[in-house]
């Protein structure tokens, strides 16, 4: 080869690549790192990109997703919005909202609700009416503590009913519960009520999926009673909408297996409202003798400030044995 185009040969492979193929490299060792599960040096090399490059969707999108895997929710959320901004049909960036929601709505917060219900019997018979004060304190990122306390009167009697809770993340798609409780002087409250719960998201996204059963004993006055109640939680769309569907199994002691189904439609157009409404058939035990219902409910969470919410509720019961019911009920929730 001739000396001096060996030399220009020599100096071309030795120059620096021009400075959109570093940055198109910086992006493509980015993705590579996120994919290798890499989240910290993925977000490094996406600082340098999007600082010469702040309206790529796809390279927003996919910070999100590297500090949503470090738990940085606030930054995710910002990455997510703002690719958003520049493609608002980007399903990856909704997708990565729903996520978040569904993660943040999973994390122990404290609040503390206070209310009450009246419900009017058919038939000319007394007004039952309830005053209700709860609340829960996170102990730490995966365990919280609660109680409650309830007022009764229903026929001329009144009832004070106790309750300790506490709920747990045993893993990260699985939530435990567990409470015990019980009216010190039962009329028609249960003595003892101790129940066992768990949720398990089996699919993650807008389209999340969660199992759960809830399981409890009830010792009545009359009788005690065990109730199993598997279900399925469906999220639909981007996640602002979900169905559930539970069964109802309850055993009165010495008496045969009761069967009922519930389900319930959920609508939240954003993050500081929510409407549902659903429906019962089956047995109940509100007053510790199983009888069958059939009910409609309906309500919704309302905000009046940053962080206190308005929870009106409105439900009818079709009972078997007793009169028919209707039961509007107000609550208030405050966040902390």
Same mark, same amino acid.
């Given at each position: 080869?001739?000396?001096?185009?060996?030399?220009?040969?020599?100096?071309?492979? #030795? @120059?620096?690549?021009? @400075?959109?193929?570093?940055?198109?490299?910086?992006?493509?060792?980015?993705?590579?790192?996120?994919?290798?599960?890499?989240?910290?040096?993925?977000?490094?090399?996406?600082?340098?990109?999007?600082?010469?490059?702040?309206?790529?969707?796809?390279?927003?999108? /996919?910070?999100?997703?590297?500090?949503?895997?470090?738990? /940085?929710?606030?930054?995710?959320?910002?990455?997510?919005?703002?690719?958003?901004?520049?493609?608002?049909?980007?399903?990856?960036?909704?997708?990565?909202?729903? $996520?978040?929601?569904?993660? /943040?709505?999973?994390?122990?917060?404290?609040?503390?609700?206070?209310?009450?219900?009246?419900?009017?019997?058919?038939?000319? &018979?007394?007004?039952?009416?309830?005053?209700?004060?709860?609340?829960?304190?996170?102990?730490? /990122?995966?365990?919280?503590?609660?109680?409650?306390?309830?007022?009764?009167?229903?026929?001329?009697?009144?009832?004070?009913?106790?309750?300790?809770?506490?709920?747990?993340?045993?893993?990260?798609?699985?939530?435990?519960?567990?409470?015990?409780?019980?009216?010190?002087?039962?009329? #028609?409250?249960?003595?003892?009520?101790?129940?066992?719960?768990?949720? @398990?998201?089996?699919?993650?996204?807008?389209?999340? *999926?969660?199992?759960? @059963?809830? *399981?409890? !004993?009830? +010792?009545?006055?009359?009788?005690?009673?065990?109730?199993?109640?598997?279900?399925?939680?469906?999220?639909?769309?981007?996640?602002?909408?979900?169905?559930?569907? +539970?069964?109802?199994?309850?055993?009165?002691?010495?008496?045969?297996?009761?069967?009922?189904?519930?389900?319930?439609?959920?609508?939240?157009?954003?993050?500081?409202?929510? !409407?549902? =409404?659903?429906?019962?058939?089956?047995?109940?035990?509100? %007053?510790? $003798?199983?009888?069958?219902?059939?009910?409609?409910?309906?309500?919704?969470? %309302?905000?009046?400030? +940053?962080?206190?919410?308005?929870?009106?509720?409105?439900?009818?019961?079709?009972?078997?044995?007793?009169?028919?019911? *209707?039961?509007?009920?107000?609550?208030?929730? =405050? &966040?902390?």
């Amino acid at each position: 080869m001739n000396p001096v185009l060996a030399g220009i040969v020599a100096c071309l492979l #030795f @120059l620096p690549l021009p @400075l959109a193929a570093q940055d198109a490299n910086a992006y493509q060792q980015a993705v590579a790192a996120r994919a290798a599960g890499e989240h910290a040096r993925a977000v490094a090399l996406l600082d340098a990109w999007i600082a010469n490059h702040p309206a790529d969707s796809d390279a927003l999108v /996919q910070r999100g997703y590297a500090h949503l895997a470090l738990g /940085q929710t606030a930054r995710a959320q910002a990455d997510f919005e703002a690719a958003l901004a520049v493609a608002p049909s980007y399903t990856d960036a909704r997708d990565g909202l729903a $996520i978040l929601r569904q993660r /943040q709505s999973a994390e122990p917060r404290g609040f503390v609700v206070a209310g009450g219900a009246w419900s009017a019997l058919a038939g000319n &018979r007394p007004d039952w009416w309830e005053a209700t004060l709860s609340g829960e304190a996170p102990v730490s /990122q995966t365990l919280s503590l609660g109680g409650r306390v309830s007022w009764f009167e229903r026929f001329g009697i009144e009832n004070v009913e106790l309750e300790g809770r506490v709920a747990a993340r045993a893993a990260p798609n699985l939530w435990l519960r567990a409470s015990l409780g019980g009216a010190p002087s039962a009329d #028609f409250r249960p003595e003892i009520a101790a129940a066992l719960g768990a949720d @398990l998201r089996v699919a993650e996204g807008p389209q999340a *999926t969660v199992l759960s @059963l809830d *399981t409890s !004993y009830q +010792k009545f006055p009359l009788q005690d009673v065990v109730t199993v109640m598997p279900g399925v939680t469906q999220y639909f769309g981007d996640g602002r909408l979900w169905g559930t569907l +539970k069964g109802i199994g309850i055993v009165p002691d010495g008496g045969a297996l009761e069967l009922g189904v519930m389900g319930r439609l959920d609508f939240a157009p954003d993050d500081r409202q929510r !409407y549902f =409404a659903g429906a019962v058939r089956g047995p109940d035990t509100d %007053l510790g $003798i199983v009888t069958r219902v059939t009910a409609v409910f309906a309500g919704a969470e %309302l905000p009046l400030a +940053k962080r206190l919410s308005v929870l009106p509720s409105v439900s009818h019961e079709w009972r078997e044995v007793g009169g028919d019911r *209707t039961e509007f009920r107000i609550d208030l929730r =405050a &966040r902390f």
